[in-house]
């Protein structure tokens, strides 16, 4: 069974920073893209990054371009991301998520970040 | 990367079908046939209900069905029941190696 469990979210002041961890097990996680799609209190979904198996190809929304750092780790089958100058439009509950093709299949339970001084 | 444009809400009675509309542009669903719903309960995670705009994963229910049409996807759902009340989210692959989320529509039944 797929697992994936946020963790690293809280409370931080705007222009603070942030690590977000996923860990994940029950399936071979090197070979699977992984996502960070975030959701703001009672709104909707935002894809946030993708990260590919083996590391190669990243790419980000421009929202978060230049502030937000997607990594993985797969030794550790860990998912990263490292959110700089955090703004309070940045406030949400951050998903970790597989994706097949271009599709996203499982999801954790998500980590609540919330920006505000 | 301008959010794909969904009905803010639908609503339809048991046993009756429903479409959801999902409006891109030539750069995302007008160009690319990597269009997925989502389908989310409140208070729970989204869960995959169609991908390439109308492939269905296994487990879902065979009343859910998907197509395209220029720069707009469609869900539809047929024999509608009361369980299918929740938020629906399409998504798509774009130009720019991304993915865009439609705003969610929100399912009423009756």
């Known amino acids: 069974e797929v697992q994936l469990v946020e963790s690293g979210g809280g409370l931080v002041k705007p222009g603070g920073s942030l690590r977000l961890s996923c860990a994940a097990s029950?399936?071979?996680?090197?070979?699977?893209?992984m996502n960070w799609v975030r959701q703001a209190p009672g709104k909707g979904l935002e894809w946030v990054s993708s990260?590919?198996?083996?590391?190669?190809?990243?790419y980000y929304a421009d929202s978060v371009k230049g502030r937000f750092t997607i990594s993985r780790d797969n030794a550790q089958n860990s998912l990263y991301l490292q959110m700089n100058s955090l703004r309070a439009e940045d406030t949400a509950v951050y998903y970790c998520?597989?994706?097949?093709?271009?599709?996203?299949?499982?999801w954790g339970q998500g980590t609540l970040v919330t920006v505000s001084s | 990367q301008s959010a794909l444009t969904q009905p803010a809400s639908v609503s339809g009675s048991p046993g009756q079908s429903i479409t959801v509309s999902c409006t891109g542009t030539?750069?995302?669903?007008?160009?690319?046939?990597?269009v997925s719903w989502y389908q989310q309960h409140p208070g729970r995670v989204p869960k995959l209900m169609i991908y390439?705009?109308?492939h269905r994963p296994s487990g879902v229910s065979n009343r859910f069905s998907g197509s395209k049409s220029g720069n707009t996807a469609s869900l539809t759902i047929s024999g509608l029941q009361a369980e299918d009340e929740a938020d629906y989210y399409c998504?798509?692959?774009?130009?720019?190696?991304?993915?865009?989320f439609g705003g969610g529509t929100k399912l009423t039944v009756l």
């Open positions: 990260i590919s198996g083996p590391n190669i190809y990243i």
């Open positions: 390439d705009v109308t």
């Open positions: 998520v597989t994706r097949g093709g271009w599709e996203l299949l499982d």
């Open positions: 998504s798509s692959y774009t130009s720019s190696s991304t993915l865009v």
């Open positions: 029950g399936f071979s996680f090197s070979t699977y893209s």
């Open positions: 030539s750069s995302d669903i007008g160009r690319y046939n990597f």
